[in-house]
């Protein structure tokens, strides 16, 4: 491995309220929830992205030669939660603007592209188990909170991370060849 490679590094984001932000950098790793401010607005609880705390974490995590990798949003046709849809398109919208003016590459990737390459398959709740079990293997990381919550933001995160490092990692044996 050269310089450059050993410099590398790869982001993963998962998007959402419950999602997190992964850096994989050699041996190095560090998990973020995605960070969320709480307000009142006519009395309601509402929740926004902490775009600042978003930064900061991610300034953090910015290597030479990083590549991120975001979940791209799923807008869920008519009939399903409209503001869920609209909070995951503003939570890309956030990231794919902050690497775009810190010159960051990344890349978009469908859930069902990282799924497919973890052999993730069945209904949500199902690929929720399914990614924080293959997580805790890879990584040796507790996913589940005292009272067995899944942290299934967490461990999305972190196979995106695994999924693009690999893909990266491909890429590189491609040049070479």
């Not at 607005?41 to 991120?68: A, N």
């Not at 979940?71 to 956030?94: M, T, V, W």
């Not at 067995?148 to 060849?177: F, H, Q, S």
Request: glycine share 8%.
């Amino acid at each position: 491995m050269n310089k450059t490679e050993a410099e590398s590094g790869v982001i993963g984001v998962d998007l959402g309220f419950n999602g997190a932000i992964v850096c994989l950098y050699g041996d190095y790793l560090r998990i973020e929830d995605m960070p969320i401010i709480e307000t009142k607005v006519k009395g309601k609880k509402r929740k926004e992205y902490d775009i600042e705390k978003i930064d900061e974490i991610l300034s953090l995590m910015h290597f030479r030669q990083t590549t991120v990798f975001i979940e791209k949003a799923q807008i869920r046709p008519h009939g399903f939660n409209i503001q869920g849809n609209l909070s995951l398109a503003r939570c890309e919208a956030i990231f794919s603007t902050i690497f775009t003016l810190r010159i960051v590459p990344f890349r978009l990737v469908t859930p069902k592209e990282w799924q497919k390459f973890f052999k993730i398959s069945g209904k949500k709740d199902d690929t929720k188990k399914q990614s924080v079990e293959i997580a805790k293997n890879l990584y040796g990381v507790e996913l589940v909170t005292p009272r067995g919550r899944l942290l299934d933001g967490r461990a999305d995160a972190l196979l995106i991370a695994k999924y693009g490092k690999t893909i990266i990692e491909e890429e590189r044996r491609c040049l070479v060849k």
